[in-house]
T-cell receptor
Framework: GQQLNQSPQSMFIQEGEDVSMNCTSS?????WLWYKQDPGEGPVLLIALYKAGELTSNGRLTAQFGITRKDSFLNISASIPSDVGIYFCAGQRGSNYKLTFGKGTLLTVNP | KAGVTQTPRYLIKTRGQQVTLSCSPISGHRSVSWYQQTPGQGLQFLFEYFSETQRNKGNFPGRFSGRQFSNSRSEMNVSTLELGDSALYLC?????????????FGSGTRLTVV
């Protein structure tokens, strides 16, 4: 089946540092989504990308839809302790109504 | 407005039993999707419903089934439970009818099979 390769698996950073994570696929996706999940909760949508090359920001978060439509990245600037959590990328293809998720990036921020 | 509501939050069942999980989508949302989340496999798509019709199904055995009611509320059922069915089951809703809508997830139902 389709796979999304998300990296890194985990990151340990100091408060104030910038963070970058990415997802790649061998398949083309029409939509890329980035979610954050806190323990015991469902994923929360951070950013949605709908066009190749699109660059979208949401506060300190910036995400881009790769030109090839096979990748996406998420940047977090000036990290703070509440950024701690698991970040997931998800892609949607064609007329298929399902989302394919990456395995997640566990972010730890040391104050 | 209220988010996606899943009930119950936690459930413990014995192998061989069956279970029914419930999801109430955001008001006005007509699409409901179900996902299984486990440490090993991550988030895996189960099925998606729109206006009471299943539009897409993931690669899960027939023991997993679902349905959607006219008010868009959805249920999923797992019969003959196995230990490997222990997981967080997440429901997501969206306006549906088009592809480019973000999905809003509920907090999930944590199912433990013993």
């Amino acid at each position: 089946g389709q796979q999304l390769n998300q990296s890194p698996q985990s990151m340990f950073i100091q408060e104030g540092e910038d963070v970058s994570m990415n997802c790649t696929s061998s398949s083309i996706f029409n939509t890329w989504l980035w979610y954050k999940q806190d323990p015991g909760e469902g994923p929360v949508l951070l950013i949605a990308l709908y066009k190749a090359g699109e660059l979208t920001s949401n506060g300190r978060l910036t995400a881009q839809f790769g030109i090839t439509r096979k990748d996406s990245f998420l940047n977090i600037s000036a990290s703070i302790p509440s950024d701690v959590g698991i970040y997931f990328c998800a892609g949607q293809r064609g007329s298929n109504y399902k989302l394919t998720f990456g395995k997640g990036t566990l972010l730890t921020v040391n104050p | 407005k209220a988010g996606v509501t899943q009930t119950p939050r936690y459930l413990i069942k014995t192998r061989g039993q069956q279970v029914t999980l419930s999801c109430s989508p955001i008001s006005g949302h007509r699409s409901v999707s179900w996902y299984q989340q486990t440490p090993g496999q991550g988030l895996q798509f189960l099925f998606e419903y729109f206006s009471e019709t299943q539009r897409n199904k993931g690669n899960f055995p027939g023991r997993f089934s679902g349905r959607q009611f006219s008010n868009s509320r959805s249920e999923m059922n797992v019969s003959t439970l196995e230990l490997g069915d222990s997981a967080l089951y997440l429901c997501a809703s969206s306006l549906g009818g088009a592809l480019n809508y973000g999905y809003t997830f509920g907090s999930g139902t944590r199912l433990t099979v013993v």
